[in-house]
């Protein structure tokens, strides 16, 4: 295999590599959010996430991640730094409690969560609807929920 990696151009990987690169960011909510930075919010796509939690907090939320990224990234840069890389990762769990403090847990929820965008959906739906089966009490909305979460079982 290595002779024939061997004859293919270097720029023609590099080329393949940013393309697969490129098309994987479609999709992440953390570039999705990123973009939101530079978007008038009229423009502003209806991702759930922006239905559930106000933008300005979904901006800070963002920002704090932009943060610990580049740091991490300044960090594993330098070769004097490069050894406080792994200490920084566990420094990052505290950092992630700390957000407890500034955010809620259904914002946490919304904007961290690490399951896939599809069961991010779901579990979002079925949230929903308890919660609008608490507010109003209504009895055909307990009934739809627990049919829901039979079906899944």
């Not at 080329?15 to 978007?39: A, K, T």
Request: aromatic fraction near 10%; glycine fraction near 4%; charged fraction near 20%.
């Amino acid at each position: 295999m290595a002779p024939l990696l061997s004859k293919i151009p270097m720029p023609v990987l590099y080329g393949v590599f940013l393309y697969m690169g490129i098309n994987s960011l479609d999709g992440l909510q953390m570039f999705d959010r990123l973009l939101l930075f530079f978007m008038p919010k009229k423009y502003q796509p209806d991702h759930p996430y922006l239905r559930q939690v106000p933008t300005h907090r979904v901006h800070l939320f963002t920002a704090i991640q932009v943060g610990c990224f580049i740091i991490l990234w300044l960090i594993q840069s330098f070769k004097q730094t490069s050894i406080l890389f792994p200490i920084m990762l566990v420094l990052l769990i505290g950092i992630r409690k700390l957000l407890d403090r500034v955010f809620s847990n259904f914002e946490l929820k919304v904007l961290g969560d690490i399951l896939p965008q599809s069961k991010r959906q779901e579990r979002l739906d079925q949230e929903e609807i308890r919660r609008k089966s608490i507010d109003c009490g209504n009895m055909e909305i307990i009934v739809l929920w627990m049919r829901r979460i039979l079906m899944m079982k």
